[in-house]
């Protein structure tokens, strides 16, 4: 018998008690749960060697340290088996380039927990510049998204006393001057949005208290969150501020002296300013002095002149069928383009001088993933870096390489390289295309062991997100060569409808009422595997996490027929009450409003938890979650899996007490989580 489908909030849901976070009944369930799931899958024989290959992985002494410049230092945050929560520590770029560079630590998180008896976890650094002194330092509790704050001196390598200081909320802060910040937190009842963001940013001068910070800029209650971003450019310094007034819309205002002005652009446009230049880039069509420009456009124009009204656009990118971008940054005189062209990425190189862009291609692997970062300090009146960049690449079987180019010609430094974390030989990777239900090409990529051939009996893991305009791409993991590759097992990534492969209209093809697409798109790779011999529903697991998690969750319910395994992910699965919980009412852009009786009517067709029954085989589900997420509340995985044990099906749920939205909060827990994974997939698809 169907759980009948609700048109009201579920108040009379009997698992609500599992939404109460830290309730004592619900930790008991949760540890009951635990013990159970960790007895079975770590008696089992892959357990062991699984966790110990993954956690010789993720602390591996040659990973590359990637690096953010501040002035004249490199940081990094680095986590191994003796710094488990992490070292964030600096170094020269000369030093850098070494084999073996010398790190000077500046904050030891390891030793800075367990001085203050706290469970710290990196949250990041805001600091000033140019000489980068003084630093906001974030460190959250366990993994959680909310943070402390807390006013560091990066010279003496101490917190300051009596410096700025934010009790732990989530909140938005940035540097006005050495005295003076813009402050987004939680200043009180009525100070935050529905999803929990702040509502209000505030001027705090250094020797007040926060509650004598004057307001400055105010959004509504039914809005994502606001924010502030400070421009120090010597000659174009701006301040804008923001309100988003749900996931993908956006409403910009310059300060302008004590003046607030709206930037008249699109709300669903992203803006950024190089100097005297605006760029717009462009999640819908737009019409300008004649002109229209595709969604997914790059536009470029004088700033001044577009903020006193004229409307001089030219386009710096225009996507095609197959190409997107994925991305841009700036060096001192150039743009740099990170384009996807089939789910591959390609670079270009833009120079500006006056108000003219010209542009070209630039030489680099194909086909894989590239990233690019540039070095250039635009705060630095001479800065030796300023057409420098960074590069990395990789793709399935490639580790990651990082190189030091220049603007000036394609030749690159090579400065780090791992090395191979598995024995690729005999392996390869291709990429494939489905036909979904409406009849649209799905690309995917299949990476095959050695020797595996199209039997229909290898153990295939299909991977999937499709939401937020995210784009999967190929990425390199020692983790799944060891665990996976290795021992016989296939690897498939499905770029379905939700995600940013092709752009904005990939994207907005599947929010909302056509969310099903996603859905569609990802049994299509499914049938295309089992069809082509990759695989057998037999053989055949999926995983997913967060909206990922909701995919696996949907699809699984819809499709049992066709998986003998899920991992489903610190998942969305109650989509009748996702919008009250934690961040939950942030996404409804991408999902809908479940309060709304028309948009209920198609998320309740999908919605995991309601539809999932009795009467039907599905296959064993391993949930897993974190107590300590507070961006997907650990109730939908908890209640989901309550349910499914009530109507009779079997299934396993592992719960870290920490680790935030992550899943884990160091290397330890994160091998311990995978290794569970790993030893339930081979569990339930080995031949």
């Not at 759980?3 to 976070?21: C, F, G, I, K, Y």
């Not at 930790?27 to 060697?49: C, F, I």
């Not at 107590?627 to 499914?644: E, G, L, N």
């Amino acid at each position: 018998m169907t759980d009948p489908v609700r048109t009201a909030p579920e108040t009379d849901d009997p698992l609500l008690w599992l939404e109460d976070v830290q309730g004592t009944a619900a930790l008991d369930w949760v540890r009951g749960q635990n013990q159970l799931t960790q007895s079975e899958l770590m008696a089992r024989p892959e357990y062991g060697p699984t966790r110990a290959q993954l956690l010789e992985v993720l602390n591996a002494r040659d990973r590359i340290p990637f690096v953010a410049r501040r002035g004249a230092w490199l940081y990094n945050l680095w986590q191994d088996d003796t710094h488990k929560r992490g070292l964030w520590r600096r170094t020269t770029l000369a030093e850098y380039k070494l084999p073996t560079p010398q790190w000077e630590t500046v904050i030891d998180l390891d030793a800075l927990a367990a001085a203050e008896n706290e469970n710290w976890v990196w949250g990041g650094a805001t600091c000033l510049g140019p000489d980068y002194r003084r630093c906001l330092i974030s460190l959250s509790r366990g993994g959680a998204d909310a943070k402390v704050i807390r006013e560091f001196d990066a010279v003496e390598k101490r917190f300051v006393d009596g410096g700025f200081q934010l009790p732990e909320a989530k909140s938005d802060v940035d540097w006005v001057d050495a005295d003076t910040l813009y402050v987004g937190t939680d200043f009180g009842p009525g100070s935050m949005t529905d999803s929990g963001y702040p509502r209000i940013i505030k001027r705090w001068e250094r020797g007040t208290p926060l509650s004598a910070a004057a307001t400055v800029f105010e959004g509504e209650a039914k809005d994502v969150a606001v924010g502030v971003s400070v421009d120090k450019t010597p000659g174009f310094e701006r301040t804008l501020f923001s309100r988003a007034t749900d996931f993908y819309n956006q409403k910009f205002f310059l300060l302008d002296g004590s003046t607030l002005v709206p930037l008249d652009i699109p709300s669903d446009a992203s803006p950024s300013f190089l100097r005297d230049t605006l760029l717009l880039s462009l999640r819908s069509p737009l019409d300008a002095a004649g002109t229209r420009f595709p969604s997914g456009s790059l536009l470029h124009t004088d700033a001044a002149a577009y903020l006193r009204g004229e409307r001089h656009l030219q386009p710096l990118f225009t996507p095609t069928a197959e190409r997107s971008l994925a991305g841009y940054t700036f060096t001192r005189d150039h743009v740099l383009l990170n384009v996807m062209d089939n789910v591959a990425s390609r670079l270009e190189l833009w120079h500006k001088a006056g108000g003219t862009f010209t542009g070209r291609p630039i030489e680099a692997p194909f086909p894989g993933s590239l990233g690019v970062s540039p070095l250039h300090d635009p705060l630095l009146p001479a800065d030796d870096l300023a057409e420098n960049y960074l590069l990395t690449y990789t793709d399935f079987l490639t580790p990651d390489s990082l190189y030091l180019g220049s603007t000036a010609d394609d030749r690159r430094e090579p400065l780090k390289s791992r090395q191979a974390l598995f024995d690729a030989t005999g392996q390869r990777a291709e990429q494939r295309f489905a036909t979904s239900k409406d009849g649209t090409r799905v690309p995917y990529f299949v990476v095959w062991p050695a020797g595996a051939t199209a039997d229909g009996n290898n153990p295939t893991l299909l991977y999937g997100y499709g939401g937020f305009e995210i784009s999967l791409k190929p990425w390199y993991s020692g983790g799944f060569g060891r665990a996976w590759y290795r021992r016989g097992g296939v690897l498939v990534v499905a770029n379905i409808r939700g995600g940013g492969e092709y752009g904005p209209g990939w994207h907005q093809a599947a929010v909302k009422a056509h969310k099903q697409r996603s859905y569609d798109d990802f049994i299509a790779v499914a049938e295309h595997l089992v069809a082509t011999g990759v695989t057998s529903p037999k053989h055949l697991g999926i995983m997913g996490g967060s909206n990922g998690g909701l995919l696996v969750g949907a699809t699984f319910v819809q499709r049992p027929d066709l998986f003998n395994a899920v991992v489903c992910q610190v998942p969305l699965l109650d989509m009748r009450r996702y919008h009250t919980l934690l961040a939950g009412a942030s996404w409804m852009a991408e999902y809908g409003n479940p309060d709304d009786a028309a948009e209920w009517s198609f998320i309740s067709a999908y919605s995991p938890y309601q539809n999932v029954q009795t009467g039907t085989a599905y296959p064993r589900v391993l949930f897993t979650t974190s107590t300590r997420d507070d961006r997907v509340h650990p109730a939908h995985a908890r209640k989901m899996a309550a349910r499914m044990m009530a109507q009779g099906h079997p299934v396993l749920y592992y719960e870290n007490i920490e680790g935030g939205h992550g899943g884990a909060a160091d290397n330890d827990q994160r091998a311990h989580l995978q290794a569970l994974e790993f030893s339930y997939l081979w569990q339930q698809l080995k031949k």
